[in-house]
């Protein structure tokens, strides 16, 4: 038999703000439940929450009226959605003891209450999630709750959205083995712990305002979390910890400042974790920007930090990326590096650092220090020190610190100091002192420093070659050093044909047999400045004329005229008269004029 049809049957039920429209088709012998919608208040069939969550079922809605306050403790075990009619005047309040609300099924939406006074018992909330799935917390005030605002526990994929989470005793979100969670542009403030995720995956928290706490958000044994877009101000203590083997985390464009210890901290084997984008300012005490704790296989790159008392501070974290990071204006160093090796440095800007901009100490290894750009820090711009070895430092641009531009201080052995403009320093270009050997420094551009180029105290065992010495009042010599290779083919700085010792501004000698190096007044000492042995194979710049005035083969010159010859780089004035000829051969006088002559441009 076929079934009948009967007309379209319209529903519609309006009480206040609770709203169900319903069309349906159906056919005549069909039975259907429809979803309710349960109002509660004083005068309302149901004045208690809980008595309404009893009658409900899935997917039926509860309205609760503003204006009253409900002592109750709610469980809602129906797949509901509750919600309150103004955050600000209905009120759920726990007495001071246990949970307010607890929700331990799926699909459950709670929003638009003042959720308040839960207990202080470990536990306690004011909304706990207990393997509830794909449930949504959203608007609602959770104010004044003795051990956590929002506790989630075993759940997967809940939202917690727009919510203020106040003054909550000691978390205001605490997430444990939970996956899939969302903390989205959330209020917190005042309390111990801001958000706390404990060994859960997958959770997105961003654009929240997060501060006036002991600590910010912290992730403990956690991975392949994302922490993005958050605002962290008045903090005691960290602004996003992430700590105990936790990895694969992306912690982005966050803004943190005006806190007491650390910006951002990876601590206890957190590895593989990225920073990326984060602006951190003020922070004071002893802390830095970011700390990392023995914690390897992370990469900062891209942030901006400054006005920290250390931007970036590592300790014993090896294999560490620091690059293309803006870090100014720090009370003490920009980077420091202690205990921590195979660390990159790399194309940052680091400028305007009370101490150093980049401080290696104490027995930290194999670093690489390459393409950055270091400038007006007031002690140096780079500093190695205290059995620090094997740092690679190259290709950097390093100006006008106030007193060095590299200093290798303390047993700071078998570093290299390579390819580097190194210029305007107030005081001295490089350093190399206190028992610190087997350094090579080599092709560096060293000019215009403003009391020595480089300058070696009670150090051996030092070889210094193929450098650039421009313009420097004074080198000083310490016992042993090397100022030269044997001479070997290749391309030197000046652009000669073979790699042999420096080329010093002051070297006068004469390059007798034209090979680009100088066979007189050697060994170069820089008037004894050099105490012991000195440069035996000072180079000689090789310069081409790149124009000739009058033109060669240029008929009907005067018999006195003046011949100008510009030519393509620095020289000194000997090698240039020494190898002039004039053909055919007439007397003539030489005449010098310098016009600002420097090394090739950056």
Not at 566 to 579: C, G, L, P
Request: aromatic fraction near 12%; charged fraction near 10%; charge should be negative.
């Amino acid at each position: 038999m076929k079934s009948k049809i009967v007309p379209v049957l319209i529903i519609s039920l309006v009480i206040q703000n609770c709203f169900f429209y319903g069309i349906i088709l159906m056919p005549q012998s069909s039975a259907i439940t429809l979803p309710e919608c349960l109002v509660v208040g004083p005068g309302e069939l149901y004045e208690k929450i809980q008595d309404a969550i009893n009658t409900s079922h899935d997917g039926d809605m509860i309205y609760v009226t503003a204006g009253y306050t409900y002592y109750e403790h709610l469980t809602v075990n129906k797949s509901i959605d509750l919600v309150g009619a103004d955050k600000y005047t209905t009120i759920i309040d726990g007495s001071g003891i246990g949970t307010v609300v607890t929700i331990t099924v799926d699909n459950v939406n709670l929003n638009n209450f003042m959720i308040t006074n839960g207990g202080s018992d470990i536990g306690d909330a004011g909304i706990k999630l207990a393997s509830s799935n794909f449930t949504t917390i959203t608007d609602n005030i959770i104010y004044f709750n003795g051990y956590a605002g929002i506790l989630i526990t075993s759940s997967n994929n809940d939202t917690v959205n727009r919510n203020d989470i106040l003054v909550n005793e000691e978390y205001g979100i605490k997430i444990q083995s939970s996956s899939d969670m969302t903390i989205i542009a959330n209020n917190i403030t005042e309390g111990k712990h801001s958000i706390d995720v404990w060994y859960s995956t997958r959770t997105i928290v961003s654009q929240n305002i997060v501060s006036s706490n002991m600590f910010a958000i912290s992730f403990l044994t956690s991975s392949n979390n994302i922490i993005t877009e958050n605002e962290i101000y008045d903090i005691i203590y960290f602004g996003i910890s992430v700590g105990s083997s936790s990895y694969d985390n992306d912690i982005i464009s966050n803004t943190i400042h005006d806190l007491g210890n650390a910006g951002i901290l990876l601590y206890t084997n957190s590895y593989d974790n990225t920073l990326t984008e984060n602006i951190i300012y003020n922070i004071s005490g002893d802390g830095a920007g970011v700390y990392l704790q023995h914690s390897p296989n992370n990469t900062l790159t891209s942030n901006i930090l400054f006005n920290n008392t250390i931007g970036i501070y590592a300790f014993d974290s090896n294999n560490i990326v620091i690059s293309s990071n803006s870090i100014f204006n720090n009370s003490q160093d920009g980077i420091n590096i202690n205990q921590s090796n195979d660390m990159s440095i790399s194309e940052n800007f680091i400028f305007n650092n009370t101490w150093n901009g980049v401080n290696i100490d104490y027995y930290s290894c194999n670093n690489t220090i390459f393409n950055n750009t270091i400038y007006g820090d007031l002690y140096s711009g780079i500093t190695i020190k205290s059995f620090s070895m094997n740092t690679s430092i190259r290709n950097n641009i390093i100006f006008n610190n106030t007193f060095y531009g590299i200093v290798l201080y303390s047993h700071a052995n078998y570093n290299t100091i390579q390819s580097n403009y190194i210029f305007n320093n107030f005081h001295t270009g490089i350093v190399i002192i206190s028992y610190s050997t087997y350094n090579t420094v080599n092709s560096n551009y060293v000019i215009d420093n403003g009391v020595y180029g480089i300058a070696l105290l009670i150090v051996t065992n030092n070889l210094i070659y193929d450098n650039y010495f421009d313009n420097n009042d004074y080198e000083l010599d310490s016992a042993a050093t090397t100022w030269n290779i044997t001479k070997t083919s290749g391309s030197n700085i000046v652009g000669g044909a073979f790699i042999g010792g420096n080329y010093w501004s002051d070297y006068t000698g004469n390059d007798t047999d034209h090979d680009g190096i100088g066979d007189t007044s050697i060994p170069y000492t820089h008037i004894g400045e050099i105490d012991e042995g000195g440069d035996y194979l000072p180079l000689i710049l090789s310069p081409h004329a790149t124009s000739i005035s009058p033109e060669n083969y240029s008929t009907n010159i005067p018999v006195t005229t003046n011949i100008d010859i510009t030519f393509d780089q620095v020289m000194n004035k000997a090698s240039v008269e020494d190898n002039l000829s004039v053909s055919p051969t007439f007397s003539y006088t030489a005449s010098w004029t310098i016009d600002e002559i420097r090394a090739p441009p950056l």
